[in-house]
């Protein structure tokens, strides 16, 4: 395949790394592994399980996404590792189906974020998600909740009255805008509110804001993989992602990656920084990292 040069960030960190040094390698699905086709583009594909056949690197996936949603990347990609979802607040085995880590948050909790969701001023203006056990709840069918539905597979249930109805503790509470300027404000004020001790707030995407539980990030996520199950360290990592979900693990990996359609406080995060999803930049980071002759 070939080399392609994309650039190294100013204000990169100096961590020194090396392909010798890569035994895990981690992927985000929107935005790195997967663009506009909502499928892993081939070039893509096989960087990853070239890593995996012929310098023995171990292959996640780390999402936002469902687990349901977010199972046929980590089959694609050929990985036998548990899956993290949820921004790292569901962890499971799909081999035994067991569940290593779930942190949902509490029902107090997620009332508020109602609250927060419906005042006047914000709750003609968003689409609300609410993920119980791997389903998706929602008050009512939006456009933007059918956009999502249809990208993810999955097909929301309707319960009118959340407060009344809510079936139990949400693993993640999701808050859709077109508008992403209002999903500024809201992130802004939620984070005046809450504390990080008490919410991980962040945006997966520009028209996503999303809530869970305050010790669910990829970063947690990638580290209790990497240490407790593997016996790594950060050294031995790589991760790739493009949003502001993924600032943790691209920060904790000892080579952390932005994509080149990251935002530039993600790039800014990173180690290096390769070519957009459209241009296979997760091949291209493969290739300079954990495939390149040194």
């Known amino acids: ?103 949902p948050l509490s029902k107090q909790t997620a009332l508020q974020l109602l609250d927060s969701f419906e005042e006047p001023h914000l709750r003609p203006l968003l689409s609300i998600h609410f993920y119980i056990e791997d389903q998706l709840y929602v008050p009512e069918i939006t456009a933007a909740t059918r956009i999502y539905a249809e990208r993810s597979g999955i097909e929301p249930m ?49 028209t996503f804001f999303e809530a869970t539980h305050p010790l669910a990030n990829k970063g947690d996520a990638v580290q209790y993989l990497a240490e407790e199950l593997l016996g790594l360290q950060a050294a031995n990592v790589m991760a790739i992602g493009d949003n502001f979900n993924d600032v943790e693990m691209i920060a904790y990996a000892g080579v952390g990656v932005a994509m080149g359609n990251a935002p530039d406080a993600v790039k800014a995060a990173a180690d290096w920084v390769a070519p957009d999803v459209e241009e296979d930049g997760v091949a291209a980071a493969i290739e300079q990292f954990v495939l390149a002759d040194r």
Request: aromatic fraction near 4%; proline fraction near 5%; glycine fraction near 6%.
């Open 1 to 103: 395949m070939q080399n392609i040069t994309a650039s190294n960030p100013a204000n990169a960190t100096d961590r020194p790394f090396g392909t010798a040094d890569i035994q895990l390698l981690v992927v985000d699905i929107d935005g790195t592994i997967a663009g506009l086709s909502n499928t892993i583009r081939e070039p893509v594909k096989q960087a990853i399980i070239l890593a995996a056949e012929s310098r023995g690197v171990k292959v996640a996936v780390a999402t936002g996404r469902m687990y349901r949603s977010a199972l046929r990347f980590h089959r694609d990609i050929g990985s036998t590792l548990p899956l993290i979802c949820y921004q790292g607040a569901w962890i499971q085995d799909h081999a035994t189906q067991k569940r290593l880590r779930h942190l």
């Open 158 to 206: 309707v319960i009118k009255d959340l407060r009344r109805d809510l079936p139990g503790e949400p693993t993640k509470v999701l808050a859709l805008c077109e508008n992403p300027g209002v999903l500024d404000g809201l992130l802004s004020s939620m984070r005046q509110r809450y504390t990080p001790a008490e919410l991980y707030l962040t945006r997966s995407v520009a």
